[in-house]
């Protein structure tokens, strides 16, 4: 990948790393993406069970949280981070990708709708309601989240993809503020549920997705918080 995406550097780690380590990591990389000391990046990883809330989170929403609760300063509401499932933080310099925020939020969500297409799965946009949705036995559920900060015209955070995490860990909250609609995975979808085949196909459409930046914003339509 590191080829396909200079001067982007592609990171993955295989261990859990700790919200908050994650976090310092982000915005030490920001800062010196903003300085010209280091390059951009895309960065997989998990965490080990959490609950973060977003610039909208309602604390009604959270139910029963049986894990730690971290504020956040990414957009959105309250969400679960947990083994199983695909954390993607970007760090991106959109200084130099068209300074447009609602452009990197519809080309990040098409990132990962055009991933899950390679695995079989037809996910998409719902008016209205933020995330990533698929149909699950008929039913629209959530199987990703984006949640992104834009600091200086650097990103922070990204997107989480449910690839084979315990549904049942989201039972604590109301996952982004959505009462009415369950959440899925990959795995309760049938299909393949590795992480490194997830990756593999975000690798397959990672070009497509940093060319879709700096585009016409009059088609992308969408908020920063998602």
Not at 58 to 78: E, H, N
Not at 106 to 132: K, M, P, Q, S, Y
Request: one cysteine or more; aromatic letters at 8%.
């Amino acid at each position: 990948m590191a080829s396909e995406l200079d001067p982007v550097e592609w990171r993955v780690d295989a261990a859990p790393v700790p919200y908050q380590e994650a976090v310092a990591d982000m915005e030490s990389r920001a800062a010196a993406i903003r300085e010209g000391r280091a390059r951009e990046r895309v960065w997989l990883l998990e965490h080990p069970p959490l609950y973060t809330g977003g610039t909208s989170a309602d604390p009604a929403d959270l139910r029963s949280p049986a894990f730690p609760v971290i504020a956040t300063g990414r957009g959105g509401r309250y969400t679960y981070h947990g083994p199983g499932q695909r954390i993607g933080y970007l760090s991106l310099d959109l200084a130099a990708r068209g300074r447009d925020v609602r452009c990197f939020v519809h080309a990040l969500e098409g990132w990962v709708i055009d991933a899950l297409a390679h695995l079989g799965v037809a996910a998409f946009r719902a008016e209205g309601r933020v995330g990533i949705w698929t149909l699950d036995r008929g039913r629209e559920a959530k199987i990703g989240a984006i949640g992104v900060r834009v600091k200086r015209w650097v990103t922070l955070h990204g997107f989480s993809v449910n690839v084979h995490p315990d549904l049942s860990h989201f039972g604590g909250i109301v996952p982004c503020g959505l009462p009415d609609y369950p959440v899925t995975s990959l795995a309760a979808l049938g299909r393949d549920a590795s992480l490194e085949t997830f990756d593999a196909a975000l690798a397959l459409c990672a070009r497509q997705f940093l060319d879709r930046l700096g585009r016409d914003s009059s088609a992308c339509g969408r908020e920063i918080e998602a």
